[in-house]
């Protein structure tokens, strides 16, 4: 990507502003250029919609913790669960989508094979923490 935003800045002048981005359509990305940038975008917008849910989680989780301290007995820890979950998610993520990227390893299209993991993997995420703030709030 850097690569990308370094050719694009140069092919632009000194101004590499948004209006200077490529205009790429994605459904019709066809050189390896133009699917690398997809597959950044598409990861980038599978990230995004993680971090919302995770936001969101986090919310519902403090809740339950005041919840569970109101308890006599019971022991408050779902915020933190959750933060121990996530840094080994994204630990797994990370080797996992290495590992998608070594057939290909130093060529052209493994950004495009390790974003599209790390795009695969985060919208799965995604819907295991909608799946855990659903089933707090039965």
Same mark, same amino acid.
């Given at each position: 990507?850097? !690569?990308?935003?370094?050719?694009?800045?140069?092919?632009?002048?000194?101004?590499?502003?948004?209006?200077?981005?490529?205009?790429?359509?994605?459904?019709?990305?066809?050189?390896?250029?133009?699917?690398? +940038?997809? =597959?950044? @975008?598409d990861y980038?917008?599978?990230?995004?919609?993680?971090?919302? %849910? +995770?936001? @969101?989680?986090?919310?519902?989780?403090?809740?339950?913790?005041?919840?569970?301290?109101?308890?006599?007995?019971?022991?408050?820890? =779902?915020?933190e669960a959750?933060?121990?979950? @996530?840094?080994?998610?994204? =630990? +797994?993520?990370?080797?996992?989508?290495? !590992?998608?990227?070594?057939?290909?390893?130093?060529?052209?299209?493994?950004?495009? !094979?390790?974003?599209?993991?790390?795009?695969? !993997?985060?919208?799965?995420? %995604?819907?295991?923490?909608?799946? %855990?703030?659903?089933?707090?709030?039965?």
């Open positions: 990507m850097a !690569l990308l935003c370094g050719l694009v800045a140069g092919l632009c002048g000194t101004r590499a502003q948004a209006q200077d981005a490529p205009q790429i359509d994605c459904e019709q990305a066809e050189s390896q250029m133009e699917l690398n +940038y997809c =597959a950044d @975008q980038a917008e599978a990230d995004q919609a993680l971090n919302e %849910t +995770y936001r @969101q989680a986090m919310t519902r989780l403090r809740k339950a913790d005041a919840d569970l301290a109101a308890t006599p007995g019971a022991e408050a820890g =779902a915020v959750l933060k121990a979950a @996530q840094r080994g998610w994204i =630990a +797994y993520r990370d080797g996992q989508c290495i !590992l998608a990227g070594l057939p290909v390893r130093g060529g052209t299209m493994e950004p495009m !094979l390790v974003l599209n993991c790390q795009a695969d !993997l985060t919208r799965k995420r %995604t819907q295991e923490l909608k799946e %855990t703030i659903a089933a707090l709030d039965q």
